[in-house]
Nanobody
């Protein structure tokens, strides 16, 4: 059974950094999937914060994290990372990764041909990792 394991969460001060990892079980490679990071803030539903597709496609970032978070893929094809810089208290929440259905548009502002405009959850959710940012 495919499993995703998120890690790297913790307590950080505002302005600090954290790096989250999403690792897939051995029977799954992310190479053929879009992969999204979703956040569930206290009292809220899960929302998409970042999504990556294959090389040559500009990732998606929500407006609240654009310029501060970076999603990337590991070399093994089984890991996706979320680098979180300049953390804000509103980044607090449980973070989940999931394989996703990507929605694409033609890219104009980057060297890539396409940009992801949205990602819808596709596969099973991991357990999540909790990020707490203090002010």
């Amino acid at each position: 059974q495919v499993q995703l394991v998120e890690s790297g969460g913790g307590l950080a001060q505002a302005g600090g950094s954290l790096s989250l990892s999403c690792t897939a079980s051995e029977d799954l490679t992310f190479d053929n999937y879009a992969v999204g990071w979703f956040r569930r803030a206290p009292g809220n539903q899960r929302e998409l914060v970042a999504c990556t597709s294959e090389k040559g496609v500009t990732p998606y970032y929500s407006e609240s994290v654009k310029g501060r978070l970076t999603i990337s893929r590991g070399d093994t094809g089984r890991t996706v990372y979320l680098r979180m810089n300049t953390l804000k208290p509103e980044d607090t929440g449980d973070y989940f990764c999931v394989t996703a259905w990507g929605e694409y548009a033609e890219a104009y502002d980057t060297e890539d041909d396409l940009v992801i405009t949205n990602c819808r959850p596709r596969g099973p959710w991991g357990q999540g990792t909790t990020v707490t940012v203090s002010s």
